[in-house]
């Protein structure tokens, strides 16, 4: 019975060599097959800034990604996903995977700054600037740490490491069996966002005393910037400027309320956008007020314009000008004010004036008041930093709360820039005093350079707390603050508490000739589905080819096979 039955398979196999793949090979790929692909991680990733300024790109100019993981310690990393941590992050490195045509970058950053050393948080700092200098066509992503993400980070760095070991045997087998990571993003290709529009506020305090009154104009600009726009919450380039602003605001309002402390001067104040993208909205307000109207207070007597940039740090006090205020002037006025209060109040501060021309050659222009310059109107940038050229001025590094960690000693300032709210009090003290002597003429009236016009009660520190507590609370680029954002209403609310004819002003680009052009996809959610590497799949077939071949060999000559097993399994018969 047994030969009958191996004369059929065997001629049943050899006359139909289809029948044996379909018996077989869905068994072996039942058996063999890996399983599904699963999603290892979903996390948030903020992309690098695109935008246009003036014609010329910035930033990276793509959004999409679906490819392997890898880290830059890994010799070949094109069309691969190159994943690096800040501490371990340098330009070289980043050059290297743009060099390459790496597939997308992702730079892992920790949830809290404070535990960078401030060498590390330094060098990004200066590197941001370079990053965005020139547009590239590799994704660039930003994540924030945790667990998960950091597992990936170390199993992608053994897996990319073993490369470098020196039997190929070993590299081979580790890769076969090493788990993998495919990085895909959730959004779509980037495109350019239209009409949007860039929003600026202003509010004013009218003098008394006559119709032909001096007006002193104070500035600062909301937005914030860094290499990615998510990112940039920009707490002392500019929340504290804006942050002394309103508190100007509210003094001075107090001080108009009444008849007998109501000067001479009016007060202008504007908030404006677009100042990280060659303050936009402070050249269409004065388009608005200069070109576009008959009476306005920037036509009239014009004493100076006051911007406020990047106050809530240093003992340092540095007012920028254009051209050196003349004797005799406003301008000169102000100057020797700021002079005389911190000689006489406080001595810590070092007070200079820094000389700057403008240069109309530069793709942007270094300070707010070179806005106000070009159209002929005096003005000045007051900041504790020494130069437009300092990293900090724009950096997502720059935010509100380093609380100290317990690397630091007492006293110890945190890595990063921050913003210290006494001194940001005191700045803005020492603002308050000078203006309220230039506007109430104290030095011609012989009042001592000691006089403390506001005390200390009247500066809240509270109330500056909690506007740059709150500033800084999101992000606010300007690509994400439309006309319809909270930052916006809510800075209207504050300016509408203490000043009169509190409106808008809107800047959108021209569709024939932008001057600045705006990008979407900047935040999106990323997935790390685990999967094992391309020679996983090649050895894999190499061994189902091999298992069909050996399976195919056997049925052809299953009456051999048959034979044989018989002869083995087959007990011997004694002999007597």
């Given at each position: 019975?047994?030969?009958?039955?191996?004369?059929?398979?065997?001629?049943m196999?050899?006359s139909?060599f289809?029948l044996?793949?379909i018996v077989?090979?869905?068994a072996?790929?039942?058996l063999?097959?890996?399983?599904?692909a699963?999603a290892?991680?979903e996390f948030t990733v903020?992309r690098?800034?695109?935008?246009d300024?003036q014609?010329?790109?910035?930033?990276t100019?793509?959004?999409i990604?679906n490819?392997e993981a890898?880290?830059?310690e890994?010799?070949?990393?094109s069309r691969r996903?190159?994943?690096?941590r800040?501490?371990d992050?340098?330009?070289?490195?980043?050059q290297?995977a743009?060099?390459?045509?790496a597939?997308a970058?992702?730079?892992i950053l920790p949830?809290?700054?404070s535990?960078?050393?401030?060498?590390?948080?330094q060098?990004?700092?200066e590197?941001e600037p370079?990053?965005?200098a020139?547009?590239?066509?590799?994704?660039?992503y930003?994540?924030?740490?945790?667990d998960?993400l950091?597992s990936?980070?170390?199993?992608?760095l053994t897996?990319?490491?073993?490369?470098g070991s020196?039997?190929a045997?070993?590299?081979?087998?580790?890769?076969?069996?090493a788990?993998?990571f495919q990085?895909?993003?959730s959004?779509?290709?980037?495109?350019?966002?239209s009409?949007?529009a860039?929003?600026?506020?202003?509010?004013?305090l009218?003098?008394v005393g006559?119709e032909?009154?001096?007006?002193i104009?104070l500035?600062?600009?909301?937005?914030?910037f860094?290499?990615?726009?998510?990112?940039?919450?920009?707490?002392d380039?500019?929340?504290?400027?804006v942050?002394m602003?309103l508190e100007l605001a509210?003094?001075?309002s107090?001080?108009?309320?009444?008849?007998?402390?109501?000067?001479?001067?009016n007060l202008?104040?504007?908030v404006?956008?677009?100042?990280?993208?060659?303050?936009?909205g402070t050249?269409?307000?004065?388009?608005?007020?200069?070109?576009?109207?008959?009476?306005?207070?920037?036509?009239d007597?014009?004493a100076?314009?006051?911007c406020?940039?990047?106050?809530?740090?240093g003992d340092?006090?540095?007012l920028?000008?254009?051209?050196p205020?003349?004797?005799?002037t406003?301008?000169h006025?102000?100057l020797?004010?700021l002079?005389?209060v911190?000689?006489?109040?406080?001595?810590?501060?070092?007070?200079?004036m820094?000389?700057?021309?403008i240069?109309l050659?530069?793709?942007t222009?270094a300070?707010e008041?070179?806005?106000?310059?070009i159209?002929r109107?005096p003005a000045?940038?007051?900041?504790?930093?020494?130069?437009?050229?300092l990293?900090?001025?724009?950096?997502?590094?720059?935010?509100?709360?380093?609380?100290?960690s317990?690397?630091?000693?007492?006293?110890e300032?945190?890595a990063?820039?921050?913003v210290?709210l006494?001194k940001?009090?005191r700045?803005?003290k020492?603002?308050?005093?000078?203006?309220?002597?230039?506007i109430?003429?104290?030095?011609?009236?012989?009042?001592?350079?000691?006089?403390?016009?506001?005390?200390e009660q009247?500066?809240q520190e509270e109330?500056?707390?909690?506007?740059?507590?709150?500033l800084?609370a999101q992000?606010r680029?300007?690509?994400?603050?439309?006309?319809d954002?909270?930052?916006v209403?809510?800075?209207?609310?504050h300016?509408?508490r203490?000043?009169?004819?509190?409106?808008?002003?809107?800047?959108k680009?021209?569709k024939?000739?932008?001057?600045?052009v705006?990008?979407?996809?900047?935040?999106q959610?990323?997935?790390?589905?685990?999967?094992?590497?391309?020679?996983?799949?090649?050895?894999?077939?190499?061994?189902?080819?091999a298992?069909?071949?050996?399976?195919?060999l056997a049925?052809?000559?299953?009456?051999?096979?048959?034979?044989?097993i018989?002869?083995?399994?087959?007990?011997?018969?004694?002999t007597h």
């Amino acid at each position: 019975m047994f030969e009958e039955a191996s004369e059929v398979f065997d001629n049943m196999f050899k006359s139909s060599f289809p029948l044996t793949f379909i018996v077989f090979i869905p068994a072996v790929l039942i058996l063999v097959s890996p399983l599904p692909a699963e999603a290892a991680h979903e996390f948030t990733v903020y992309r690098m800034q695109q935008y246009d300024l003036q014609g010329q790109p910035y930033g990276t100019r793509n959004a999409i990604l679906n490819t392997e993981a890898r880290t830059v310690e890994a010799e070949v990393l094109s069309r691969r996903c190159v994943i690096m941590r800040l501490a371990d992050f340098s330009y070289d490195k980043y050059q290297k995977a743009l060099r390459q045509s790496a597939g997308a970058v992702v730079i892992i950053l920790p949830k809290n700054m404070s535990t960078m050393p401030q060498d590390i948080v330094q060098q990004f700092m200066e590197l941001e600037p370079e990053m965005l200098a020139t547009e590239t066509i590799v994704p660039v992503y930003f994540a924030m740490e945790d667990d998960e993400l950091i597992s990936i980070y170390t199993q992608t760095l053994t897996s990319s490491s073993s490369q470098g070991s020196s039997s190929a045997a070993e590299v081979l087998l580790h890769t076969a069996t090493a788990n993998g990571f495919q990085m895909v993003t959730s959004g779509s290709q980037s495109k350019a966002i239209s009409d949007w529009a860039i929003t600026s506020l202003e509010g004013r305090l009218a003098g008394v005393g006559g119709e032909d009154l001096p007006t002193i104009v104070l500035v600062a600009h909301y937005d914030s910037f860094g290499v990615a726009p998510w990112l940039s919450y920009g707490a002392d380039s500019n929340g504290s400027g804006v942050s002394m602003l309103l508190e100007l605001a509210r003094l001075f309002s107090r001080l108009y309320t009444y008849k007998r402390t109501h000067a001479g001067y009016n007060l202008l104040f504007f908030v404006s956008g677009g100042g990280k993208f060659n303050y936009q909205g402070t050249k269409r307000w004065l388009e608005d007020n200069l070109d576009h109207t008959d009476s306005s207070l920037l036509q009239d007597n014009v004493a100076f314009v006051l911007c406020l940039d990047t106050l809530g740090n240093g003992d340092s006090l540095h007012l920028h000008v254009s051209k050196p205020p003349k004797e005799g002037t406003p301008q000169h006025a102000l100057l020797k004010e700021l002079e005389t209060v911190v000689a006489g109040q406080y001595p810590e501060v070092k007070f200079s004036m820094v000389h700057k021309k403008i240069n109309l050659a530069d793709d942007t222009l270094a300070w707010e008041h070179e806005r106000f310059g070009i159209r002929r109107l005096p003005a000045f940038t007051l900041s504790h930093l020494p130069s437009h050229r300092l990293a900090q001025r724009s950096s997502i590094m720059d935010v509100r709360s380093v609380s100290p960690s317990s690397r630091h000693g007492a006293g110890e300032p945190p890595a990063g820039p921050h913003v210290d709210l006494k001194k940001l009090s005191r700045n803005t003290k020492v603002v308050a005093e000078a203006l309220a002597r230039v506007i109430y003429n104290l030095t011609e009236k012989g009042a001592p350079g000691d006089l403390q016009i506001f005390t200390e009660q009247m500066v809240q520190e509270e109330q500056l707390s909690s506007v740059v507590d709150w500033l800084t609370a999101q992000p606010r680029a300007a690509q994400l603050v439309d006309k319809d954002s909270s930052v916006v209403s809510t800075l209207e609310y504050h300016l509408g508490r203490y000043l009169k004819d509190v409106k808008r002003h809107y800047v959108k680009a021209d569709k024939r000739d932008p001057e600045f052009v705006f990008y979407d996809q900047l935040k999106q959610t990323m997935n790390a589905y685990r999967v094992k590497p391309a020679i996983f799949d090649l050895l894999l077939a190499l061994c189902i080819a091999a298992y069909l071949g050996v399976m195919y060999l056997a049925i052809q000559n299953f009456g051999i096979l048959y034979s044989v097993i018989r002869r083995i399994t087959q007990p011997k018969t004694k002999t007597h």
